[in-house]
């Protein structure tokens, strides 16, 4: 699909300078610009490209002055990032953009699915389960009994939503996610086996949720598994059963979250951590990558390591440490010279 400039900045309410009618087909970087791409400048670490740029369309600040003439045809905005990632979003929309319901494909007769969906090939829906409006559900996707997907959500293939879960409007959840699975739950008996404890509750995944690709949310044991507003998890994350994340936290890849544990709203947690089970984590707390968090952490705190300390803390140590052999050299250098004088005596 081919965008004119001036279609482009009539979507980002910029002002075109040079040829309005400049046609691009798809997006580039700066450096990598050819003919037929839209691209951006925002860092000014990246001006020089503007001038050798092969892109026919540049996205620029509305305050930019070039020093020597542009050969692309220019689009002035406000914030040259954020329009083009707009323009990202808008292009997404429409890469993505499918309707319809493939065959071979599975509708229970008690499943009940909103208007315009999605259901690609060897997807199953389960009894009871009700699909809102715009919902895109990808081949090889399973929905269980009594699932519960909101509006303008998007499951990609490969995901299964086990039984009981609750979805929210506008979440994507991305390919070999796996919602609903149970949680950890076994007893000790006399003999040293385990017994399983049956793991009744459910998953609710509110507004606004992403969750990467080979991510496991498992279901409550009794109540639910509760993921808030506009949460973002990466890749490969394991959430245990009853955990809660509050609104707006974002969690990077392979951090694993044991039972029961309540982290707050716009907390920050860097890639492997690890966070027992039963503690509490407040509001605003940045965690740094491949901290073990062993106990409850108050609003507001910046830990690293592991077990995790203060992060000023940290890294005062953490100067010590690399210091430590040469330390360990002037330790052995005084105790020769107390030595020496000793004998001298």
Same mark, same amino acid.
């Given at each position: 699909?081919?965008?004119? %400039?001036?279609? !482009?900045?009539?979507?980002?309410? +910029?002002?075109?300078? +040079?040829?309005?009618?400049?046609?691009?087909?798809?997006?580039?970087?700066?450096?990598?610009?050819?003919?037929?791409?839209?691209?951006?400048? *925002?860092?000014? &670490?990246?001006?020089?490209?503007?001038?050798?740029?092969? %892109?026919?369309? $540049?996205?620029?600040?509305?305050?930019?002055?070039?020093?020597?003439?542009? *050969?692309?045809?220019?689009?002035?905005?406000?914030?040259?990032?954020?329009?083009?990632?707009?323009?990202?979003?808008?292009?997404?929309? #429409?890469?993505?953009?499918?309707?319809?319901?493939?065959?071979?494909?599975?509708? @229970?007769?008690?499943?009940?699915?909103?208007?315009?969906?999605?259901?690609? %090939?060897?997807?199953?829906?389960?009894?009871?389960?009700?699909?809102?409006?715009?919902?895109?559900?990808?081949?090889?996707?399973?929905?269980?009994?009594?699932?519960?997907?909101?509006?303008?959500?998007?499951?990609?293939?490969?995901? =299964?939503?086990?039984?009981?879960?609750? #979805?929210?409007?506008?979440?994507?959840? @991305? *390919?070999?996610?796996?919602?609903?699975?149970?949680?950890?739950?076994?007893?000790?008996? =006399?003999?040293?086996?385990?017994?399983?404890?049956?793991?009744?509750?459910?998953?609710?995944?509110?507004?606004?949720?992403?969750?990467?690709?080979?991510?496991?949310?498992?279901?409550?044991?009794?109540?639910?598994? !509760?993921?808030?507003?506009?949460?973002?998890?990466?890749?490969?994350?394991?959430?245990? @059963?009853?955990?809660?994340?509050?609104?707006?936290?974002?969690? %990077?890849?392979?951090?694993?979250?044991?039972?029961?544990?309540?982290?707050?709203?716009?907390?920050?947690?860097?890639?492997? $951590?690890?966070?027992?089970?039963? #503690?509490?984590?407040?509001? &605003?707390?940045?965690?740094?990558?491949?901290?073990? !968090?062993?106990?409850?952490?108050?609003?507001?705190?910046? $830990?690293?390591? *592991?077990?995790?300390?203060?992060?000023?803390?940290?890294?005062?140590?953490?100067? @010590?440490?690399?210091?430590?052999?040469?330390?360990?050299?002037?330790?052995?250098?005084?105790? &020769?010279? !107390?030595?020496?004088?000793?004998?001298? =005596?």
């Amino acid at each position: 699909m081919k965008f004119t %400039a001036k279609q !482009i900045s009539e979507i980002l309410n +910029g002002e075109v300078y +040079g040829n309005p009618n400049e046609e691009v087909s798809k997006l580039s970087k700066i450096e990598e610009g050819e003919k037929g791409s839209l691209t951006f400048l *925002s860092n000014p &670490k990246y001006n020089s490209w503007l001038y050798t740029t092969d %892109a026919s369309v $540049v996205i620029v600040d509305q305050k930019f002055q070039p020093e020597k003439e542009v *050969s692309s045809t220019m689009i002035r905005v406000e914030d040259p990032y954020m329009a083009f990632t707009k323009l990202l979003e808008f292009y997404n929309n #429409i890469q993505l953009h499918k309707s319809g319901i493939e065959e071979p494909s599975f509708v @229970h007769s008690t499943a009940t699915c909103g208007k315009e969906i999605y259901l690609g %090939a060897f997807s199953y829906i389960s009894e009871n389960a009700k699909i809102g409006d715009h919902v895109k559900i990808y081949p090889n996707v399973f929905i269980g009994d009594n699932v519960v997907i909101g509006e303008h959500t998007t499951i990609f293939s490969g995901a =299964k939503i086990y039984s009981e879960t609750e #979805i929210g409007n506008n979440c994507t959840i @991305h *390919s070999g996610c796996i919602i609903g699975s149970d949680g950890f739950g076994f007893a000790p008996d =006399k003999n040293g086996g385990y017994n399983k404890i049956p793991q009744i509750g459910n998953v609710i995944i509110e507004d606004f949720v992403d969750i990467g690709s080979g991510t496991t949310i498992d279901r409550a044991t009794l109540g639910s598994t !509760i993921i808030r507003f506009g949460v973002k998890l990466d890749n490969q994350i394991h959430v245990a @059963h009853n955990v809660e994340i509050g609104a707006h936290t974002v969690i %990077a890849a392979q951090t694993g979250i044991a039972g029961s544990t309540k982290i707050g709203s716009e907390c920050k947690i860097g890639g492997q $951590v690890g966070i027992v089970g039963h #503690i509490t984590i407040g509001n &605003k707390v940045r965690i740094q990558a491949q901290s073990g !968090i062993g106990k409850s952490i108050p609003d507001g705190e910046i $830990v690293q390591g *592991s077990p995790a300390m203060p992060y000023n803390d940290f890294n005062k140590s953490y100067v @010590h440490f690399r210091n430590l052999p040469k330390l360990c050299s002037r330790l052995d250098e005084l105790e &020769k010279q !107390i030595g020496d004088n000793h004998i001298k =005596k």
